[in-house]
């Protein structure tokens, strides 16, 4: 889902080149032990959910070969220690009964913490497409971030961000089968292509009823899409057809009405019927009116 070959580089390598928006000063190379009791969680820490399960597992792993990635803090003025990134540890290394984890300690405002977590959240192996469109878009909304800027943080093409930015603009009932495994990440690129949402709603309940195939719904999308397209077309030039006809009427009504000297109106139907009524105001101008359709059939 990821590519780990430049996430794999770590979290140090992609903040070292962070630009001026944010604040990271490394503190200490190597890393310390830091007494648990001593870290405060991270306030925009992205992550909401951890598995029961699996941080006992952790846990169970630390008991036995202790902590081998160091978590990341900051000091604070009260002499405690703030989390950056590594909740997920600090949370098993509490359950394992440890007093003190290693830690990289670093300095960093407030916006450096934020964009450091959300980078880190991104290297996650368990993230579904739409849970990194989502922390892209919160990297770039409160990171003030650009797409380019973005790209770099992570280490992925422009193109690569745009798209995954592109499935937040599914209906939500996609974007929840996404979330929930229902449909792939190929799926979903496919139904993106699709412009109208009741197109794409429907092309994706036939790939769940269907179990349709990615290369099947492709298929599908073009045809779906080549049809949007011609009647798209065919609207543009029915509606083309009708301002060209309205302006033929209005240029018809205007000269009579000059040409009777009253107003003159002209009721037509969508079949093309119709008719034309010449307004007056007195028996005399009907009579000067009358008079003109006298003179017309001489």
Do not use: W
């Not at 916006?111 to 469109?133: H, P, S, T």
């Not at 922390?135 to 800027?149: A, K, P, W």
């Not at 899409?225 to 077309?233: L, R």
């Amino acid at each position: 889902m990821v590519k780990r070959n430049v996430l794999g580089r770590g979290l140090g390598a992609l903040i070292d080149d962070s630009g001026p928006a944010v604040e990271i000063n490394e503190k200490v190379s190597g890393g310390a032990e830091i007494p648990v009791d001593k870290i405060k969680v991270n306030p925009f820490q992205p992550r909401a959910d951890f598995d029961g399960e699996s941080l006992q597992e952790l846990a169970e792993s630390i008991r036995a070969i202790g902590v081998v990635q160091p978590i990341t803090v900051r000091e604070t003025e009260d002499g405690f220690y703030q989390l950056i990134t590594g909740e997920r540890r600090l949370r098993a290394a509490r359950i394992a009964g440890l007093n003190t984890i290693p830690a990289y300690i670093r300095t960093a405002n407030d916006q450096g913490m934020l964009e450091m977590a959300l980078v880190e959240n991104i290297q996650r192996e368990d993230l579904n497409a739409i849970e990194i469109a989502l922390t892209f878009q919160r990297l770039i909304e409160e990171c003030n971030l650009t797409q380019e800027d973005l790209s770099q943080r992570v280490g992925k093409k422009r193109a690569t961000v745009a798209n995954y930015m592109r499935l937040l603009k599914l209906p939500a009932e996609i974007q929840l089968g996404i979330r929930n495994n229902q449909i792939s990440i190929g799926h979903a690129k496919t139904l993106v292509s699709i412009e109208n949402p009741k197109a794409q709603l429907k092309l994706y309940y036939q790939i769940i009823d269907e179990d349709l195939s990615v290369r099947a719904a492709e298929e599908l999308s073009r045809k779906i899409q080549n049809t949007i397209e011609d009647k798209t077309k065919a609207e543009e030039i029915a509606d083309a057809d009708s301002t060209e006809r309205a302006n033929t009427y209005e240029e018809l009504k205007n000269h009579l009405s000059g040409f009777f000297s009253t107003r003159v109106d002209l009721k037509r139907n969508p079949k093309g019927a119709g008719k034309i009524i010449i307004s007056f105001t007195s028996d005399e101008e009907l009579e000067r009116i009358i008079g003109i359709f006298d003179q017309l059939k001489r």
